[in-house]
Nanobody, 119 residues
Framework: QVQVEESGGDLVQPGGSLRLSCTIS????????VAWYRQGLGKQRELVGS???????SYSDSVKGRFTISRDKERNLAYLQMDSLKPEDTAVYFC?????????????WGQGTQVTVSS
């Protein structure tokens, strides 16, 4: 009943910026945490960062200082602002949404959006 969809991926030159969006749809679920992951070609999926409902954020060392996660709770949106992009950032980016139904936690994934950093 909860659906997640990423958008905003594109081809960008090194040093450029992109803003990814994560749309969360459903019957107004309780969402205590949203995380962003990425998976490069032939690589394992890795955690990029996360944002909790209270507003606290965390980031992996590889993106710290360059990426920013934010959230619009009223519109059920989460964002990943990516600045100073590097070729190493090329990957499919996924939004991972955690929900609570009473005391039962469950997470949902989007299909991903492709980010390619190349000259």
């Amino acid at each position: 009943q909860v659906q997640v969809e990423e958008s905003g991926g594109d081809l960008v030159q090194p040093g450029g910026s992109l803003r990814l969006s994560c749309t969360i749809s459903g019957d107004n679920p309780t969402v205590p945490l949203v995380a962003w992951y990425r998976q490069g070609l032939g690589k394992q999926r890795e955690l990029v960062g996360s944002i909790a409902s209270v507003g606290t954020t965390s980031y992996s060392d590889s993106v710290k200082g360059r990426f920013t996660i934010s959230r619009d709770k009223e519109r059920n949106l989460a964002y990943l602002q990516m600045d100073s992009l590097k070729p190493e950032d090329t990957a499919v980016y996924f939004c991972n949404v955690w929900t609570l139904n009473g005391t039962t936690p469950k997470d949902y994934w989007g299909q991903g959006t492709q980010v390619t950093v190349s000259s």
